[in-house]
């Protein structure tokens, strides 16, 4: 099968020609999927496309008129396909629905820690050699409580680390895990419940039309003064404009964000040498309480095998028996 795979980059093109085979030719390109690049998958059998990439309609009617059959997903999320046009179209659509859990939550423990010990602030004096104290008291994390909201498998193995720090916690989900009950205390509650009640909360679930801006002024309002918001899951789920107001008042006591709703055409780029645009992210770069990296919570080596393997068996899959294990359409 011949596969285009578009938005590679240096640090996950090596775990694809470590597991290629003889059955496939890959051809990779540096380029974003878009409606302006689609026809670099003329000719076509299939794609592999990036969390950043565009698989829209427009873009899948120019796929589908070049030949492609399939997309695999390089991510869980698929919030930037358009599958009910796919499946309109007989293009068959796969994702990784797992690959490294333990990714995805240790950078998220990594960003609670970061916040609430002033890591960043206190890095940057020591590098002035100003070893001053003052404004870098932090809290035991021992007793707090932790909102997770989103209890799949990023959410449970968020709440197995936090556990061992001797937080209580609480779950918002629709679907409640039993073990997470029984072996860690998590107590399920309302997302008003959990928003009331919690220090930290952490976002850990899928963008959808049921999820797009969950966190919003309203639900701000209800939230501890000071509480600290992590958000490791999909831009989209938070209303920035809201998180900047609530930054400003004081309720928002710290921010974590991996992920950032208008980030395609800025993440993953290096926009150091020309005019930065995207005047909501450069207001959030100037809180000394808010910590940003850029979509990389996923970047561990065992990630990166993980999503690599289940992408190439899903393109194995296809061409063997003409479907996949991981088909979402």
């Known amino acids: 099968m011949k596969i285009a795979i578009f938005s590679i980059y240096s640090f996950d093109r090596p775990f694809f020609e470590n597991n290629k085979n003889s059955n496939h030719e890959l051809v990779y390109f540096e380029q974003q999927l878009s409606r302006e690049t689609a026809y670099l998958a003329k000719d076509f059998d299939a794609i592999a496309i990036f969390s950043s990439d565009t698989a829209n ?36 659509v796969a994702n990784v629905p797992e690959y490294s859990p333990f990714a995805i939550a240790e950078h998220t423990v990594a960003m609670i820690l970061a916040l609430n010990r002033k890591l960043i602030i206190a890095d940057d004096r020591v590098k002035r050699h100003d070893f001053s104290l003052g404004g870098l008291t932090g809290f035991d994390l021992n007793g707090k409580t932790v909102g997770i909201i989103g209890t799949g498998k990023i959410g449970s193995v968020l709440a197995k680390i936090l556990h061992g ?42 963008l959808n039309k049921d999820t797009k801006y969950l966190i919003d002024e309203q ?31 004081g309720k928002i006591g710290s921010f ?14 290096d926009l150091s040498q020309i ?17 940003i990296t850029a979509h990389q919570a996923f970047l561990t080596n065992e990630a990166l095998e993980g999503i690599t393997k289940t992408t190439m068996n899903n393109i194995d899959q296809w061409q063997k028996e003409g479907k996949s294990i991981n088909d979402i359409n």
């Open 165 to 206: 720090f001797g937080c209580k916690m609480l779950g918002y989900d629709k679907i409640e895990n039993s073990s997470l009950k029984t072996n860690y205390g998590l107590h399920y509650t309302s997302l008003d419940a959990l928003c009331q009640q919690s220090d930290i909360i952490s976002l850990n679930l899928p």
């Open 57 to 92: 309609e427009e873009v899948l009617k120019l796929l589908h008129s070049y030949g492609v059959k399939y997309i695999a997903l390089r991510s869980v999320g698929y919030d930037h396909v358009d599958v009910q046009k796919a499946t309109e179209l007989k293009i068959k």
């Open 275 to 291: 005019i930065f645009k995207d005047d909501l992210l450069a207001l959030l770069t100037t809180f000394s309480n808010v910590l």
């Open 219 to 249: 639900q701000i309002s209800s939230m501890k003064n000071g509480v600290m918001l992590i958000n490791t899951a999909r831009g989209g789920i938070v209303n920035t404009q809201s998180v900047i107001k609530g930054l400003k008042t």
């Open 256 to 269: 974590g964000m991996d992920v950032y709703e208008n980030e395609k055409g800025t993440f993953f780029y």
